[in-house]
């Protein structure tokens, strides 16, 4: 309850900037992460933020002191097959500071799904960060209760144990 109080105000705050700051031609949103998987959940954020941008960008991020369970094409393709038909989506690899990143792409919000508290105050620190750093505000979204516990670290868990995790990555609709 106190999650979803803090996020509606945070989210209230970015909207107000969404509106009154019409000096962009295009709302670019920015969804970001390492993506591996990409999970239902993932694709929720993105599906419910859809309607507020005119275009979002999922960036798949490339830490080269990270270990993945899938290549970086594989993360991309991935995505970009679950949404060949939405036009207003694009998927790109980037291995540069998110926020530098961000201003390449001319992204003017970043996205972001909250799960619990925890992530809803790294959240809110990443936010200042760039907003100090690229002048960009942060539109969090919190998760629907049914992926609230679903994470990429579950999934490639559950897949070193050869558990089926088909009910945990989303499906082309």
Known sequence: MILKK???TVTNRTL???VNNSEHTERIGLFVGSFDPFTVGHDSIVRRALPLFDKIVIGVGV???KQYMQT???RVSAIQ???ADVPQIEVKA???LTVDFAKREQATFFIKGVRSIKDFEYEREQADINRLLGGMETLLLVAE???ANISSSLVRELIHFGRDVSEFLPRKR
């Open 63 to 65: 830490n080269e002191r």
């Open 81 to 83: 097959q679950l949404y």
């Open 94 to 96: 980037y291995t540069d």
């Open 16 to 18: 107000k900037y969404m």
């Open 72 to 74: 970086t094409d594989q």
């Open 6 to 8: 803090i996020s509606l």
């Open 145 to 147: 209760p049914q992926f």
